[in-house]
């Protein structure tokens, strides 16, 4: 069963290295341990359902309206293990097709109800939490409208429910010998519907694309009616509206089929590490193989503080210390980057992905590292996130910001993020760690994730108020670099007040049109991606 109150799978367990938290101990300060609130405390905090109709389709049952109540952004993960949550759906809806989403849409109209659609809840932006004070609003959980629905053999298409998680996703396409290759960081609990309604990115997208390429078409239920969306290969017959739906976070309606592109299961695939002198050799490396549209399907490129904070979250993995040694003598010193880059396809394709990053390494005065740190990289690329919780017991609070520019300004947005982080609590006597790599990149440029930590407050409140001050500082430094502000996780109610920076008046305008177009009684995920007035307008 999935844990309630914080990442994955409640019988999973991925402790954090002692080496890992002596080292955030020399650079933040010790980790202040809080108590959680218990599931029964929780419970009994819970806001009343203020539901005034009753259906068979609704359950308002406080366990099941918690576990529907937040996804898993740094603010959902204060108000869970606090118990303090200042709201929760009044009740949660588990529909098994069409009609019972037409059945939803006619009772919330005729209720003055809203309605939040709820994939695999691993939003970090805000996606499933209402404010407090809004209408009553009903969870629509997309559990059971899950699995492959039609795979066709010659096209490659296949046409799944929107509540399909990745690993199900996965095995069904394997029995056909297909992939869809979309592998982001939250692979094993996020869901296909949730992958197009925020426009999601998957680690090896540099073979197989990111969610907008494998997008062919589906079906999105509206309160307006009906959007079927052909998946032809190619068509030019006006604006493609796919484009529409893909990034639409369940402002416009519900997503309810998806189909695919899919790709023949690769013959071998694995990860191999080099380590460069530091991170402008490391961007180099990366421009350079993605310029040549070298057959990689990932590279991925940390900084100096992210490759330390990476070789020290490894615990004592025997001959480290040899081999950095090593890595001195070849002029590889402290300012060394780790880059990881996969190699996917059949012998030949492999074979030319292998030889093309070494050349670039070498040019770039690199080593190509051993085989285990590729290993170990790939082995713990969906593991890693348990760790959060192990920071989380030991007074660490974790958060990530990432964001996508031209080349141009990604060596800028680096330290302008970064820096503001470090320097974001400095007021409250409090330091922050804060480290980035590139990754998901392209011809013109790359995405930038940055991961950053800092001490848990004593009152669930300051932390609250100290993370609003990082986000803040992080989304200004991405808007005045330059860059997107976001690449991966959607727009959601933390960054909505942002986006007019990046499309103007007229693209949110635009928006704002369609969503009274689909929703022109305001039902859907009310304050998500566009603000509640623009709408209103």
Same mark, same amino acid.
């Given at each position: 069963?999935?844990?309630?109150?914080?990442?994955?799978?409640?019988?999973?367990?991925?402790?954090?290295?002692?080496? /890992?938290?002596? +080292?955030?101990?020399?650079?933040?300060?010790?980790?202040?341990?809080?108590?959680?609130?218990?599931?029964?405390?929780?419970?009994?905090?819970?806001?009343? *359902?203020?539901?005034?109709?009753?259906?068979?389709?609704?359950?308002?049952?406080?366990?099941?309206?918690?576990? +529907?109540?937040?996804?898993?952004?740094?603010? =959902?993960?204060?108000?869970?293990?606090?118990?303090?949550?200042?709201?929760?759906?009044?009740?949660?809806?588990? &529909?098994?097709?069409?009609?019972?989403?037409?059945?939803?849409?006619?009772?919330?109209?005729?209720?003055?109800?809203?309605? $939040?659609?709820?994939? @695999?809840?691993?939003?970090?932006?805000?996606?499933?939490?209402?404010?407090?004070?809004?209408? &009553?609003?009903?969870?629509?959980?997309?559990?059971?409208?899950?699995?492959?629905?039609?795979?066709?053999?010659?096209?490659?298409?296949?046409?799944?429910?929107?509540?399909?998680?990745? &690993?199900?996703?996965?095995?069904?396409?394997?029995?056909?010998?297909?992939?869809?290759?979309?592998?982001?960081?939250?692979?094993?609990?996020?869901?296909?519907?949730?992958?197009?309604?925020?426009?999601?990115?998957?680690?090896?997208?540099?073979?197989?694309?990111?969610?907008?390429?494998?997008?062919?078409?589906?079906?999105?239920?509206?309160?307006?009616?009906?959007?079927?969306?052909?998946?032809?290969?190619?068509?030019?017959?006006?604006?493609?509206?796919?484009?529409?739906?893909?990034?639409?976070?369940?402002?416009?309606? $519900?997503?309810?089929?998806?189909?695919?592109?899919?790709?023949?299961?690769?013959?071998?695939? @694995?990860?191999? !590490?080099?380590?460069?002198?530091?991170?402008?050799?490391?961007?180099?490396?990366?421009?350079?193989?993605?310029?040549?549209?070298?057959?990689?399907?990932? $590279?991925?490129?940390?900084?100096?503080?992210?490759?330390?904070?990476?070789?020290?979250?490894?615990?004592?993995?025997?001959?480290?210390? /040899?081999?950095?040694?090593?890595?001195?003598?070849? @002029?590889?010193?402290?300012?060394?980057?780790?880059?990881?880059?996969?190699?996917?396809?059949?012998?030949?394709?492999?074979?030319?992905?292998?030889?093309?990053?070494?050349? /670039?390494?070498?040019?770039?005065?690199?080593?190509?590292? &051993?085989?285990?740190?590729?290993?170990?990289?790939?082995?713990?690329?969906?593991? *890693?996130?348990?760790?959060?919780?192990?920071?989380?017991?030991?007074?660490?609070?974790?958060?990530?910001?990432?964001?996508?520019?031209?080349?141009?300004?990604?060596?800028?947005?680096? !330290?302008?993020?970064?820096?503001?982080?470090?320097?974001?609590?400095?007021?409250? @006597?409090?330091?922050?760690?804060?480290?980035?790599?590139?990754? +998901?990149?392209?011809?013109?440029? *790359?995405?930038?994730?940055?991961?950053?930590?800092?001490?848990?407050?004593? =009152?669930? =409140?300051?932390?609250?108020?100290?993370?609003?001050?990082?986000?803040?500082? /992080?989304?200004?430094?991405?808007?005045?670099?330059?860059?997107?502000?976001?690449?991966?996780?959607?727009?959601?109610?933390?960054?909505? *007040?942002?986006?007019?920076?990046? $499309?103007?008046?007229?693209?949110?305008?635009?928006?704002?049109?369609?969503?009274?177009?689909?929703?022109?009684?305001?039902?859907?995920?009310?304050? !998500?991606?566009?603000?509640?007035?623009?709408?209103?307008?």
């Amino acid at each position: 069963m999935r844990r309630w109150n914080g990442w994955g799978d409640e019988g999973v367990s991925v402790p954090v290295a002692p080496e /890992a938290l002596v +080292h955030l101990e020399r650079l933040i300060g010790p980790g202040r341990s809080q108590p959680d609130a218990s599931l029964e405390e929780t419970l009994a905090r819970l806001p009343a *359902s203020r539901l005034s109709v009753s259906d068979p389709l609704l359950s308002t049952e406080p366990a099941e309206r918690l576990r +529907h109540a937040r996804g898993q952004s740094l603010p =959902d993960w204060i108000a869970l293990r606090s118990g303090r949550l200042d709201w929760a759906p009044d009740a949660v809806a588990h &529909p098994s097709g069409l009609d019972d989403i037409r059945a939803l849409f006619r009772l919330a109209a005729a209720d003055g109800t809203a309605l $939040i659609p709820y994939g @695999g809840g691993t939003s970090v932006a805000g996606h499933l939490t209402a404010r407090p004070g809004g209408p &009553p609003t009903i969870a629509v959980a997309l559990d059971r409208m899950s699995g492959l629905g039609r795979f066709d053999e010659r096209s490659g298409l296949a046409t799944f429910g929107p509540g399909t998680i990745g &690993p199900r996703l996965e095995a069904e396409l394997g029995a056909h010998g297909r992939t869809l290759g979309h592998f982001p960081q939250s692979y094993e609990a996020s869901t296909i519907g949730g992958w197009v309604a925020t426009r999601s990115s998957g680690q090896q997208s540099l073979r197989y694309g990111r969610i907008e390429s494998l997008f062919a078409g589906g079906h999105l239920e509206a309160p307006a009616g009906g959007l079927a969306l052909a998946p032809f290969p190619a068509s030019a017959a006006g604006p493609d509206l796919r484009q529409l739906v893909l990034g639409s976070e369940g402002r416009l309606g $519900i997503v309810t089929e998806v189909t695919v592109r899919t790709s023949p299961r690769p013959a071998h695939e @694995g990860f191999l !590490a080099a380590f460069l002198p530091d991170f402008a050799h490391g961007l180099a490396v990366a421009r350079a193989l993605a310029d040549e549209r070298a057959p990689l399907s990932m $590279i991925r490129v940390s900084t100096a503080e992210e490759t330390a904070t990476l070789l020290a979250a490894g615990g004592r993995r025997r001959g480290l210390r /040899a081999y950095l040694r090593y890595l001195g003598l070849r @002029g590889i010193g402290s300012e060394r980057c780790m880059l990881i880059a996969g190699v996917t396809g059949d012998d030949r394709t492999v074979r030319a992905a292998t030889d093309a990053l070494h050349q /670039a390494v070498r040019d770039q005065r690199g080593v190509i590292g &051993p085989a285990g740190f590729g290993r170990a990289w790939a082995a713990d690329r969906f593991r *890693s996130a348990y760790q959060r919780n192990g920071l989380w017991d030991a007074g660490y609070a974790v958060d990530t910001v990432e964001t996508a520019s031209t080349w141009d300004h990604v060596p800028a947005i680096v !330290a302008g993020v970064t820096g503001a982080l470090r320097d974001g609590l400095a007021a409250d @006597g409090e330091r922050v760690h804060a480290f980035s790599h590139a990754s +998901h990149v392209y011809p013109s440029g *790359s995405s930038v994730y940055t991961t950053y930590l800092f001490r848990l407050a004593d =009152d669930p =409140d300051e932390t609250l108020r100290r993370w609003r001050i990082l986000k803040a500082a /992080a989304s200004r430094a991405i808007v005045e670099g330059g860059g997107t502000i976001s690449h991966q996780h959607g727009v959601g109610r933390d960054h909505a *007040s942002y986006l007019p920076a990046e $499309i103007g008046p007229l693209g949110i305008a635009v928006l704002a049109d369609a969503a009274r177009r689909f929703d022109p009684g305001g039902l859907m995920n009310r304050g !998500a991606l566009l603000d509640d007035d623009e709408v209103a307008r």
